[in-house]
């Protein structure tokens, strides 16, 4: 499986963002896609997850302010980022799992700045 990752960029406090992320290769072995993040001299920590069967999970510090979802093609996965802070700077990683498998794809980073 390899992810693509693609959507970062600059936007100030308040703003909006959405990052793509899509899978190609083995993609039915996927069971959930979804995020990651790490700042600088922090800890990679949950951002949101999907699983198959439609099943979203958020990290405490986003929840209610992104959103997780699916595209009609199924092997992709989009996060809307919504009401940015400057503490939601970092690397975004796309991140799926299998049944015996994780997988990465390149960080994509997203500043949060006025």
């Known amino acids: 499986v390899q992810l693509q990752a693609s959507g970062g960029g600059l936007v100030q406090p308040g703003g909006s963002l959405r990052l793509s992320c899509v899978a190609s290769?083995?993609?039915?072995?996927?069971?959930?896609m979804g995020w990651y993040r790490q700042a600088p001299g922090k800890q990679r920590e949950l951002v949101a997850t999907?699983?198959?069967?439609?099943?979203?999970n958020y990290g405490d510090s986003v929840q209610g302010r992104f959103t997780i979802s699916r595209g009609n093609a199924k092997n992709t996965v989009y996060l809307q980022m919504n009401s940015l802070r400057i503490e939601d700077t970092a690397v975004y990683s796309c991140?799926?799992?299998?049944?015996?498998?994780?997988?990465w794809g390149q960080g994509t980073l997203v500043t949060v700045s006025s």
């Open positions: 290769g083995s993609i039915f072995s996927i069971n959930v």
């Open positions: 999907l699983t198959k069967s439609g099943i979203a």
């Open positions: 991140n799926a799992e299998g049944r015996w498998d994780t997988w």
